[in-house]
């Protein structure tokens, strides 16, 4: 089973800036049936509606995806997805401690998300990780750079937590380029056991230009429309 466990739609511009993801929820989900998921986490900044709305449109379709309620939560010192959720109207910018005990008072599960990354506009817990009750590390995110993810695959075997992997997307091509193998499909409970495998590679120096060609050139189709 393929799931890739960190993804955006137009949502996150809400909490974020106009424009952070321009995906539209059912494009998500189209696109996310035609590159082989089984399964996806809809993972907004600080808000569950895209997540929901995506759920809405999977039953309402009767579609095979399995759709993952989570967030990308900014907590004081660093991004963290809360997985497997069914309702979020937390502020933003509380502590680790308190956002892992929000999320799993709400029966979720607690993922560091790009938890090295160098870039400042995504924000990890870097060091920290180790202090804290998190139930899986983020350690393929499409990205981040090969060197950061490996420092959360190194820190993820430290600690003996299970690992995911995700594309991050906020445009339609990133999605599913990498992803979580799980023999199981419920996925949640693979990642809490520590039996998964993550899938893919890191963006390449020249995807980091196209992306932002690629960006455009979406943005340009949703204002000719």
């Not at 952070?20 to 993972?43: C, F, H, N, R, Y």
């Not at 967030?71 to 997805?81: K, M």
Request: net charge neutral.
């Amino acid at each position: 089973m393929k799931f890739d466990l960190h993804s955006h739609t137009v949502y996150s511009s809400e909490s974020k800036w106009p424009f952070e993801s321009i995906i539209k929820p059912l494009q998500m989900i189209k696109t996310a049936i035609k590159v082989g998921l089984d399964g996806i986490a809809v993972t907004d900044h600080d808000t569950l509606k895209g997540a929901i709305e995506c759920m809405k449109i999977v039953r309402r379709r009767k579609l095979s995806l399995k759709i993952i309620l989570g967030v990308e939560i900014t907590s004081e010192i660093g991004h963290i997805l809360g997985l497997n959720i069914e309702d979020w109207d937390v502020r933003r910018g509380m502590g680790i401690e308190e956002t892992i005990d929000v999320v799993k008072e709400r029966g979720g599960i607690v993922v560091p998300a790009h938890p090295f990354a160098s870039n400042p506009f995504r924000k990890g817990v870097r060091e920290d990780i180790g202090k804290f009750d998190f139930d899986g590390v983020e350690v393929l995110n499409y990205h981040t750079s090969r060197e950061d993810n490996e420092k959360a695959l190194r820190a993820a075997r430290k600690i003996g937590l299970g690992i995911t992997a995700g594309s991050d997307s906020h445009i339609i091509s990133d999605i599913g380029n990498v992803w979580v193998f799980s023999d199981d499909d419920d996925i949640i409970n693979s990642i809490l056991k520590g039996r998964t495998k993550v899938v893919g590679n890191e963006m390449s120096n020249l995807g980091r230009y196209t992306y932002q060609l690629n960006k455009i050139l979406q943005l340009s189709r949703i204002f000719s429309a």
